[in-house]
């Protein structure tokens, strides 16, 4: 779509990225490099030839005189408008052989693939980690579950996982068979987990467990990323349907679950967490 052909410009398709980004608001090369994916050498070089077209300008940093930001010029702002005028009509004419529902599914599709992709950009620059818990995360993942239901306001609540027995052992209490749990680490912090084990009473179904992530790292789809995981475990295990309960007022988490087709059942066997008042099941 950025090629010269399709934009009606001369611009390479790096020169019509750093336009677009520009015009959100001034950058510097190194924010640019970081947006764009791109060295910092290969961004200066550019930049230097859209300012010798005259497409930029650029200003001096009022404290540090040796750096730079940059903005769109009157004419840069012309050839941005041309750009995108281009790239709207080649969508539509991309689009033009589609029925409504299927622009719609297209849509609704690239839009999570672009969530999905600046997650997994998030995520790898933070050195995520997905590892089975050990004894040493016990107390670190305690205190987060624990933090999960005040935040939640729901600690008030009778008959929920707060209350379990096991919450400070976690790595003993999923050791036993069909079970296990699973830590998330970003730079080498706890900052959430999960875990499955076979749901009581029931044959072939595995019930997701104590899916929790701190607060502090919402908005990087690591709930997402940890239940993806949760679930090709429990595939492997040869488990046939995972089963979960939870609460009205985890509206997010239940938005997550549907997301994955979960479906909405009847409450199935035996967890003790009389307090939940969600039951959800997917086939695996």
């Known amino acids: 779509m950025l090629s010269r052909k399709s934009s009606g410009t001369e611009l390479s398709p790096l020169q019509s ?3 677009i980004e520009l015009e959100a ?3 510097g090369v190194i924010e640019l490099s ?3 994916c791109v060295d910092k050498a290969s961004i200066s070089r550019t930049i230097r030839s859209l300012i010798e077209a005259h497409y930029l300008l650029r200003e001096q940093d009022k404290f540090d005189g040796r750096a730079s930001t940059f903005r ?3 004419i840069g702002k012309q050839i941005l408008d041309t750009i995108e005028h281009n790239a709207d009509r080649f969508t ?3 689009l033009s052989s589609s029925s409504d529902h299927e622009i719609a599914f297209f849509l609704k599709s690239i839009k999570q693939l672009s969530i999905g992709l600046r997650n997994a950009r998030l995520q790898r620059d933070a050195n995520l980690t997905i590892r089975h818990i ?6 670190a993942m305690a205190k987060l579950i624990r933090n999960s239901f005040c935040e939640n306001k729901i600690d008030h609540l009778d008959g929920v996982s707060l209350h379990d027995p096991e919450l400070d052992q976690l790595s003993q209490a999923y050791q036993k068979s069909g079970a296990s749990y699973w830590v998330a680490e970003l730079d080498g912090k706890i900052i959430g987990g999960a875990g ?3 749901l009581f009473g029931v044959n072939d179904t595995c019930e997701l467990q104590k899916l929790f992530f701190s607060s502090q790292v919402k908005g990087m789809g690591l709930g997402r990323r940890m239940l993806a995981h949760i679930l090709s475990q429990a595939k492997s295990m040869k488990y046939t349907f995972c089963y979960l309960e939870t609460l009205n007022e985890l509206k997010d988490a239940v938005k997550l679950y549907e ?4 479906q909405y059942t009847p409450k199935l066997g035996n967890t003790g967490h009389n307090s939940c008042d969600i039951y959800m099941l997917k086939k695996l």
């Open 17 to 19: 990225h750093i336009l």
């Open 134 to 139: 050990t004894a040493q995360d016990n107390a």
């Open 34 to 36: 970081d947006k764009l």
């Open 259 to 262: 997301a994955f087709d979960f």
């Open 25 to 27: 608001k001034p950058c």
């Open 92 to 94: 539509e004419d991309a």
């Open 196 to 198: 499955l084990a076979p």
């Open 72 to 74: 769109l010029s009157d």
